[in-house]
């Protein structure tokens, strides 16, 4: 079973703009259900893959929604702790492109207050963690800990920061401590914009050699996402391979690198891959396309819908 913690939130999404002389050019704000590690789960189990989330998800109609979604998907909720505090909100912003970009509201919600409540399942393979849950504490600690815990039991350990530079107070803390991850890390993913920020570098090439300080950290893999120029990845045994993007008309690109993850995990424990290092040029070239094509399926609808198997099956 893979295990996927971190946040579930509800993201405000733009609609059609509003009839309004007086509301300055506003739109309408329609919520979807989401949040990285949220989409990660959702990714994988409609994949087909035995998948739990691991978060603390609030008790009103919101997280009501939310339990609701994971369980239509078929992820296991068992893990999850409940509370009365409010869910977290993000209103995006799109671009010219349909790029997303978000403000957060987190203060006193539920999620940041997850609890580390000792081993999880015996049959847990893998591990994904990320984003907010990174981040806010007090629940950074609590995942930090599991993190080392599934690491030293020998389960195949992700993470996605998936960057929210705006939650970071301190940016040198947090990439001291995002270091410190690496050694119990085997599966990094994260976006060129996210290398560059973790570095301070601006352009793609400092993020190939970011990745390739971090396999010498060690972690097996860094697999970079480069929007419409493709997907990447370095390994420790000096392999890079990449694919190109598939094109598409993107309404959006909310969920897209968390469809990216999730379509990975699914792919390694479709073929039983325990050890990255097992790995050769021509897997990952074959892991990365499956994933290019899943989060492909994602962009072309309006927020975080991972496709299903039968969609992956239908799309040529």
Do not use: C
Request: charged letters at 20%.
């Amino acid at each position: 079973m893979i295990v996927v913690g971190g946040e579930a939130l509800v993201d405000l999404v733009p609609g059609e703009p509003l009839e309004s002389t007086v509301d300055g050019g506003l739109r309408a704000l329609l919520p979807r259900l989401g949040g990285g590690p949220y989409n990660v789960a959702l990714a994988a189990s409609r994949l087909g893959v035995p998948s739990a989330f691991l978060s603390r998800v609030s008790t009103d109609r919101f997280g009501e929604a939310l339990i609701d979604r994971l369980r239509a998907s078929d992820v296991d909720t068992t893990l999850v702790q409940r509370g009365d505090e409010p869910t977290t909100l993000a209103v995006v912003a799109l671009d010219e492109k349909g790029s997303a970009h978000y403000t957060f509201y987190t203060q006193g919600t539920a999620d940041r207050l997850f609890a580390d409540q000792g081993q999880l399942p015996e049959d847990v393979t893998m591990l994904s963690l990320g984003t907010l849950g990174m981040v806010l504490e007090p629940g950074v600690s609590a995942y930090e800990s599991i993190l080392h815990r599934e690491s030293a039991r020998g389960t195949l350990t992700a993470l996605d920061p998936n960057i929210r530079a705006a939650l970071i107070d301190d940016a040198g803390a947090y990439r001291e401590r995002f270091t410190s991850w690496l050694p119990h890390v085997r599966l990094l993913k994260l976006s060129d914009d996210d290398a560059e920020w973790l570095t301070g570098g601006d352009d793609v090439t400092d993020a190939v050699a970011a990745a390739k300080a971090w396999v010498d950290s060690g972690v097996d893999a860094v697999v970079l996402t480069r929007g419409s120029d493709g997907l990447a990845v370095i390994t420790s045994a000096g392999e890079v391979a990449s694919v190109p993007s598939r094109r598409v008309d993107v309404v959006d690109t909310i969920g897209a690198g968390d469809t990216v993850q999730g379509s990975l995990l699914a792919w390694l424990h479709q073929r039983d891959v325990r050890d990255l290092t097992s790995l050769g040029a021509a897997d990952w070239a074959e892991a990365l396309a499956y994933a290019a094509k899943a989060a492909s399926i994602t962009v072309s609808r309006s927020g975080a819908e991972p496709p299903t198997e039968h969609d992956m099956a239908s799309t040529v």
